[in-house]
C-alpha cells in the first residue's frame, strides 16, 4: 500500500478523504479534435483530503503546477464583467481606506491579465504585477499594467525587493489555493510589504464549500480549500496577522481577509470575531465536521442526471454557457458529454471552437446562441447567474429556460 501524502502545510500524513472525484482531465486545458485524436489529454486522479492535525483540506500533487499555469493558460479575468467590476470596486476602496497616492505601490500577485491593477493605474497610483503565465501577462502589459512573469514565492520577493519595491498594498485574489507550498508562497509578503502595510486575499470561504456543495470548486489547480481557521495560521508562521475580514457573495461566498506584520498598529475589527465566531460554531476546529461530504456531492451528481434523463425523454436540447473551470469538473463528475449537451457558449476567444476538456463539448461564440435556440442553457458558472440571465434574457423568445445545478438542479 502506497504512503500517505504530506500535508503541504505542517507535513502531518493525509489519511483522511474530504472527497475523491476520480480521474479528471486539468479543468482549464481546452482541447482541440486534434489533440484528441492524437491522445494528448491526460486525465489524473482528484483526491481531495483534510488534515486531521492542521484541518486544511487540500488536493493530492498529481503534476507540478508550473504544467498548468504555462502560456496554453485559458482563464482571462477580463472576460466576466462582474468580475472586472468588483476588481473596480475593490480598487476605489482601498485607495480610499488606505489613502493609496501617487507615491504609493499596489503589488497584486496572480496578476493574470490586469483585470484589477488597470483599475490603480487609471486613479494614478503605481502598480505592479507578478503573474506566472507569460500569454496573460502579456495581456496585462496591453492594458498599461507593468507584469513581471514569474512564481511569486520567498526568493521572487527578495529578487523585487532588492530592486527597491516594497509595496503599501499587497493583494492575492483567488491565488492562495493555488499554490503546493504554502509556507515559501506566504513567506515572500513580510519581505515586500512595508511596515504598515496591508495584504488582502480573497479565496472562496470552505464553510461556503461544505454547506452549499461547491464540489464542482475542486480541481487540479486548487490545492487547498481555505477557512479562515487555516488562512490565520499559515500566516502566523510567517510573523503576519489578520485584522478585519469581509464576507463577500464572490463564488459562491469568499472572504476578503486583510493582513499585516504580527507587530503592525491594525486593531482586530469586529469582521475578523464574526467569522472566527461563524467558523467556530460549524466546528471547522473538529475532525468531525469534514465527515459526509462524499454522500452530499453523490446527490447533487444524482439530481442533475434525472434532469437530463427528462430532458431526453421530453425530447428537449440542452445548451451551456460559460466553459468554466468549476463547469469541466461537474459534467466530468456527472459523466456528461456531447449526447447529453450540444455546446457551450463562451465570451473568451481563446475557449472557442475547442472542446471542453474530458467531455469534449464544443465551444462557442454567444453569437451562435441564436442558431442553436436550446430548450434549457445551462449556467455552469452558477455565482455568475444574474449576469448571464440579464445578458440572455432572449432565450425566453423560443421558450428557452435557464438551469442552475449546484447544490441542486434548479430550473428558472
Given at each position: ?68 499555469f504555462d502560456?496554453?493558460?485559458a ?31 499596489v503589488?497584486e ?18 502598480a ?5 503565465a ?55 509578503f ?47 508562521s ?88 468549476k ?12 449526447d447529453?449537451?450540444?455546446c ?69
Amino acid at each position: 500500500m502506497p504512503d500517505a501524502p504530506s500535508c503541504r502545510f505542517c507535513g502531518a500524513a493525509l489519511t483522511r478523504t474530504f472527497v475523491d472525484l476520480g480521474v479528471m482531465p486539468l479543468a482549464n486545458s481546452y482541447i482541440k479534435k486534434a489533440d484528441l485524436e492524437a491522445g494528448r489529454e491526460h486525465p489524473l486522479p482528484l483526491h481531495t483530503r483534510v488534515c486531521e492535525e492542521c484541518l486544511l483540506v487540500q488536493a493530492d500533487d498529481p503534476m507540478d503546477a508550473a504544467e498548468i499555469f504555462d502560456d496554453s493558460y485559458a482563464y482571462y479575468s477580463s472576460y466576466s464583467d462582474s468580475w472586472v467590476e468588483h476588481a473596480r470596486r475593490y480598487a476605489v476602496a482601498m485607495i480610499d481606506r488606505l489613502g493609496l497616492g501617487p507615491d504609493s505601490l499596489v503589488v497584486e500577485i496572480a496578476s493574470n491579465d490586469g483585470y484589477l491593477l488597470q483599475h490603480f493605474v487609471a486613479r494614478g497610483v503605481p502598480a505592479l504585477g507578478v503573474e506566472p503565465a507569460e500569454n496573460c501577462a502579456r495581456e496585462a502589459k496591453t492594458r498599461g499594467v507593468e507584469s513581471e512573469v514569474a512564481f511569486f514565492n520567498e526568493a521572487t520577493a527578495k529578487r523585487l525587493a532588492e530592486r527597491g519595491l516594497k509595496a503599501d498594498l499587497m493583494l492575492g485574489n483567488n491565488v492562495l489555493a493555488h499554490v503546493p507550498n504554502i509556507r515559501d508562497f506566504l513567506a515572500g509578503f513580510p519581505i515586500m510589504l512595508k511596515p504598515e502595510g496591508t495584504l488582502t486575499f480573497e479565496f472562496p470561504h470552505l464553510l461556503n464549500l461544505m454547506d452549499q456543495v461547491q464540489f464542482d470548486t475542486i480541481y487540479h489547480e486548487h490545492f487547498s480549500y481555505l477557512s479562515l481557521l487555516i488562512v490565520e495560521k499559515a500566516l502566523a508562521s510567517v510573523g503576519m496577522r489578520a485584522y478585519d475580514v469581509e464576507e463577500l457573495p464572490t463564488h459562491g461566498g469568499s472572504l476578503r481577509v486583510f493582513c499585516c506584520h504580527k507587530d503592525a498598529a491594525f486593531a482586530e475589527q469586529p469582521g475578523l470575531l464574526h467569522v472566527r465566531a461563524k467558523e467556530t460554531e460549524a466546528g471547522l476546529h473538529e475532525i468531525a465536521a469534514y465527515e459526509g461530504f462524499s454522500e452530499k456531492v453523490d446527490a447533487t451528481r444524482r439530481s442533475f442526471r434525472a434532469f437530463l434523463e427528462k430532458a431526453a425523454a421530453d425530447g428537449k436540447t440542452i445548451a451551456g454557457y460559460g466553459a468554466a473551470a468549476k463547469g469541466n469538473t461537474f459534467l466530468n463528475v456527472c459523466g456528461v458529454g456531447a449526447d447529453d449537451i450540444v455546446c457551450v457558449f463562451d465570451r473568451n476567444p481563446h475557449k472557442q471552437d475547442r472542446l471542453l476538456p474530458g467531455s469534449h463539448i464544443p465551444v462557442l461564440d454567444p453569437s451562435a446562441l441564436d442558431e442553436v435556440k436550446p430548450d434549457y442553457l445551462l449556467i455552469l458558472p452558477w455565482n455568475l447567474k444574474d449576469e448571464v440571465m440579464t445578458s440572455f434574457s432572449r432565450i425566453s423568445q423560443w421558450g428557452g429556460r435557464f438551469v442552475t445545478a449546484v447544490p441542486e438542479t434548479r430550473i428558472f
